[in-house]
């Protein structure tokens, strides 16, 4: 058990707590906060799993821009009556169950591997941005467009509405 | 020279489409002119009826057409002397039936002569159909037309007993839909001819059988299908439930005479002392139930399962009295169910009730509409002068020569009982018919009708019109049946000998 | 040998039977036009439309009887063996079946034609007069003659089926007349109950028919005869087919089992009980009977159980008519107990003694009928003989031909009743089959029969009036039309005797008509020795019984006393149990009705039908709706329900596949 | 050492946590969360593998991934404002409109 092992563990644990946390927090800000804290340690698994640009990018895009819009969101709507009492819909047993047994299926299915110390290959700025712009262009130039159709769509959801206030 | 088949099955359509060109207002018109129709198509088929030989028992009057030649289905068409008595009926009946519905229907007049037209079609289709994929089109065509005319033009609780009866007789032809694939995946052709050479192994031939024979129980009304048919009559207008009782029901008996025996000697076989059973079951049931009917319409329905009770036991026989016998009681019920249900059709236009027990004292409120009465009634039950004592006369022998020949070998007395059940059955058709009679037209007159705002009038002249040629019908066949039943009897004996 | 003119023997009742149809049918149609043509006032119209239909029915039969005289003659003149016929048209040919419309006028049918005709158009004659005021006159002469068509069918019939056909007919147009006043329900109901009960007794005909044609593949009587002879058919089919037969015949003749409708077939009016209750129609059993006779000799178990059923009919209607009061009842369980005697003689081996005594029979008991419509008609509708009495010197022939008839029926020597009834009560000691028993039965049923009938006489006619005054006053004697009906019948009855004049009085030199015309006809058993020695003795004993009935009737019933009533005390129960006719009829509606609409309605209707066979038609649609509905909470419109779906569809569908790799 | 089966679990029970916070929590923001933390759950799969076969298709589908949630919360945001103005609560159950 190298130190590098164990702290894979204690960030899986982490995530995990985290993960927890979000799924019984009372208050949605909680559930907010905790699922940041599970981005947070995704991005440093990330970092170790080399793959520092998608850390930062989890960090900058995930964490930073989407959670913060989230947040901003939940702290806007956050209506009184909620009942905070009873988050839960009525089949919360039956949920876990199926999920537990999800679980346990999908995880005797799954071939056992632990990993060596494989040759490492540095997911830096520089080579993933060639690989990107070379053959990935057509998916960069779809992921944009997708971006554009994703305005256009929020701009016509929202757009009706300001006059009727 | 011109086909007359092919005429007298595309006629009624043509009728139907000049019907259309007419304006919807205009109810005279439209009833002249569909009158005027359904006698021309009986006049045709008279001239076939005329013009068919005796002699030669296989199909005549052929018309063939390659109608999907990559199936191999060619739209053949045939009569032959049962498919001829039939055809005959039907025409016969339809004027009369077109008659009776003058200035009865104002709801949607044309649209009502029209789906009679097509009823007519697919009732001489399915007669005169030589190839099975054409009688199934003509069967099922047969179910619209009855639907919307029970649906639309019933009586209050009508959507219940349409819906029911298109459903049961559909369950039915879906089976027999699936038993129609096997053979032709099977058998290649569709023919009846070359269909009725084929010997099939026993088995697929008990299943293609119990397919095909539920269809046709289903349609006859055996015993244990025939909740639909008191439902449906008493539901439809009185042109729906003689076509239904004078016709329809002969489609099922055709059915089994033309399709189920031929087809399948061994299962029919193996299945007849059941078959049978039913049917004395259904003679005796019947007749019973009819004695504590309390509307009148229900109670010539199932007097009608009873009469088909007759002509199923003449039918699973199988020797020469008794498929004559069933042949003419098809003829025989067609012409007393229609005139009685024309009768009770008058009675409810001008009293709008069809229970029993609001009618007593008719025959002095209106004479000529009891003698009628009478007269269509004895021939219901039979009368030896009357055409429905032939025919069931006629069935008895044949049960007893086949109870006969079982007694030489099975050596047990069981075997009568088929033919005493059927003759008792004679006494409880008097029992019921006669309770009836006493019911409405003896005794002091009710006291609703005596007072009753509504004026009493007797048959009128165009009433007695429609019902003249079906007395002189019954008296006819009546006295003199050979002429009918000479057309058919070579057929029936070549049917016979080739189930043998 | 063929000769077209049987046919007119039908033919002309078969046109009064339209004439007359026509006339009643369009009855009001033709007051409308008349009205309007000719200013017929409506009394005018029905005058003149009775009129011509009592004409049309009275000339048609009269013709149809002159007809029948005339080739009467003819037959007599021809050799013994021959008989003519005539075919008229083809009915049902089908295999083996070969059915015409054939009519064979033998030596047998031509006694039968002559007493149709004959007492039919007397009873027509006397109709006319006694329906005189009612509306439905042409109706009645159209069912009348109608009758006359389907009895005369019935004996002319060349086979079996050609019978059946004026058998059935004969039971319609009886049940036609019965229920005539069809307003007054008693009567329709007891008209539906004749032709029921007849219609069980046809079934038991065609079945009969029907094994006939089972074993011998033909109908015609004749063929039937040689062919029963030749072939070597076990007897126990024939005796079953004979006794089908019987049984028929015990419902046409009302014999034990069914007789139960004749008693009430007296709703009808008067000449119809006698036309068609009393002379022809119940003979039609006797008439087939005799017809078939060599199949009946070929059956000796049939033959005892025709005698036994026959001598019991007698005994058992004659105890029954001793206490009833509607004088038409107590002359319909004369009729019953009379046709005992008929079967009883065709039971022992003497059809002729049947024919015969159906013959006589017909002459004195249309005679009873019509004098009891006389009375009735002058009492005005009275007819419990207990509120009677003392007509004698009101009505003077109908008591003096009431006299006549009753001396017939009882058996006083010169009368024909003696003669028929005392060959028959020979027959019934002497002959093979016959026994001392059967002979005892008849002889008590001959005693019966004098004692009710002058019982009936001496309440009507003698004695003190017991009807109201102003009734009293009001009896009148009968028309002329029905008085020389009554003096003509009353004739015949006394004469008809000497066609068959008994071996006994051979001395006479005068031959026994009635024998030598049926011999080549019927079979019959001829006495035996000691039957030979037996019948002065039976003779002596037969007018015995006459004379002994006419004493104790006197005694009870001649003089005023009080005998009756306290005979009555004292037998109380049997006198119940007579009077009440020994609660047939309710054991019949108890046994058969009762059960019979229990179950048509409770349990064939009811539970089967509409509980089971419909129900489950309908638990299928009702099935189908109760399932939608259920599977409707499903869709409450919660979107996490619809994600949880999704996820145990997931779920299953993982499992299967993973499970159908292994 | 890369214990690539415990990341693999990892992700997979993120992804489950994800599933029941969708199934289970009332509150449509705590869902949309839920949402979030199942994608993450599949980058993380993707990078562990990317690691274990040393290229780098597995880093751009994570981005790919990444553009894909950035639009998919700006939407979901947008349509819960015009929910949140109509029945003005976050509940889920207050939306049953599509009930028969």
Known sequence: MTPLTLIYYILGILTIIGGFSMLFAKHPMRAALSLLFVMFILAVLYALLAAPVIAVLQIIIYSGAIMTLIVFIVTLLDSKEDDLRKPYTKCVYLVTFLMFLLLLVTMNLLPPATFGNAPMVDGNIGALSKELLTNYVFHFELASVLLLVGIIGISIIRAGRGEKQ | MINFTMLIVILPLIAGLILTVLPKKNEKAIEWTSLIFSLLIFIISLQIFLGFDEANPNYQYTFSFPWIPQWGINFSLGIDGISLLLIILTTFLMPIVILSSWKHIHKLTREYYILLFILETAMIGTFAATNLFVFFIFWEMMLIPMFLIIGIWGSDERIYATVKFILYTAFGSFMMLAAIIYLYTHVGTLEFQDLGTIRLDPTTQLYLFLAFALAFAIKVPMFPFHTWLPAAHVEAPTAGSVILAGVLLKMGTYGFIRLAIPLFPDAVMQCMPYLIALSVVAIIYGALVCLVQTDIKKLIAYSSISHLGYVMLGLLVLNQYGVEGSVLQMVNHGISSAGLFLLVGILYQRYHTREIASYSGMAQVMPKYATIFMIIALSSIGLPVTNGFVGEFLVLVGAFQYSRDFYEVSRNILTFLPAIFASLGMVLSALYMLSLVEKVFFGKVHEKIARGHIPHKDLTHRELLYFLPLIVLIFWIGVYPHYFLNKASGTIALLIATFK | MQTQGLVYILLFPLIGTFINGFLSFFRNDLKTYFKKNFQWSAEKFSYTTNRISAIVGVLAVTLSFLCGVWYFFELLNLSSENALSYTLLRWIHTGALDLEFSFYFDHLSSIMVLVVTGVGSLIHLYSVGYMHGDPGVSRYFAYLNLFIVAMLMLVLGNNLLVMFIGWEGVGLVSYLLISFWYSDIDKAKAGKKAFIVNRMGDVGFVLGALLLFALFNTMNFSELTQSIEQSAVPVGYITCAALLLFFGACGKSAQIPLYVWLPDAMAGPTPVSALIHAATMVTAGVYMVVRLSPLYFAAPYAMNVIAIIGAATALFAATIGLVQKDIKKILAYSTISQLGFMFLACGVGAPIAAIFHLVTHAFFKACLFLGAGSVIHGMGGEQDITRMGGLKHKMPVTFWTFLIAILAISGFPPFSGFMSKDEILVAAFGTEYGSMALGIIAVIAALFTSLYMFRLFYLTFLGDNRSGHKVYEHVHESPGAMTSVLIILAGLAMIGGFIGIPHLFSFLAFPNLIEEWLEPVVISFPLTRHGETLSPLIMLVSVGMAFLGLLIAYIFYGRKNTYAENLRSLFQTTYQLLWHKYFVDEIYHKLIVRPLYFISERILFNTIEKGGIDWSVDFAGRFSKTISRKSLKLQQGDIQYYLLYMIIGLIIMSVVILWWVQ | ?100
């Open chain 4, 1 to 100: 050492m890369i214990p690539i089966d415990f990341l693999v679990m990892v992700s997979l029970t993120l992804f489950l946590l994800g599933a029941t916070t969708v199934l289970v929590r009332r509150n449509i923001l705590v869902m949309l969360m839920g949402l979030e933390l199942m994608l993450n759950a599949a980058v993380l799969l993707f990078i562990v593998y990317s690691r274990v076969h040393a290229n780098l298709t597995g880093h751009f589908f994570a981005l790919f991934i990444f553009v894909v949630a950035a639009i998919e919360v700006g939407l979901i945001i947008a349509i819960i404002l015009n929910l949140f103005k109509q029945k003005r609560s976050l509940l889920t159950s207050s939306y049953t409109s599509m009930k028969e």
